[in-house]
Nanobody, 126 residues
Framework: QGRVVESGGGSVQAGGSLRLSCAAS????????MAWFRQAPGKEREGVAA???????YYADSVKGRFTISRDNDKNTLYLQMNGLKPEDTAMYYC????????????????????WGQGTQVTVSS
């Protein structure tokens, strides 16, 4: 089974940056799909960024140009570089993985990801 653990969250001022990390085990990068989702209290979980089998990436419109998803296959680690943070980015951020060989990096369908981390909190103040 796969296992993912997030880290790197924290509290920053608007306009600041954070880099989230997701350490994975039981996951083969490039042959699998991974994504970052986030959820604020009282709101639905939403897809933020995803990376596919061939390292193709996809971003939610709200974070395009500000966030970058990447991964280090040798270290089995997924990253989310977040720049120009806004208060509306405040949420619990989750790392998710789909270990299927023919996976697709969906952001609109979170249920396709069978492996989830426990989340790391990101708080952006005005």
């Amino acid at each position: 089974q796969g296992r993912v653990v997030e880290s790197g969250g924290g509290s920053v001022q608007a306009g600041g940056s954070l880099r989230l990390s997701c350490a994975a085990s039981g996951v083969t990068y490039r042959a699998n799909c991974m994504a970052w989702f986030r959820q604020a209290p009282g709101k639905e979980r939403e897809g933020v960024a995803a990376i596919g089998r061939d390292d193709n990436t996809y971003y939610a419109d709200s974070v395009k140009g500000r966030f970058t998803i990447s991964r280090d296959n040798d270290k089995n680690t997924l990253y989310l570089q977040m720049n120009g943070l806004k208060p509306e980015d405040t949420a619990m951020y989750y790392c998710a993985a789909d270990l299927g060989r023919w996976c697709r990096p969906y952001l609109s369908y979170d249920y396709v990801y069978g492996y989830w981390g426990q989340g790391t909190q990101v708080t952006v103040s005005s």
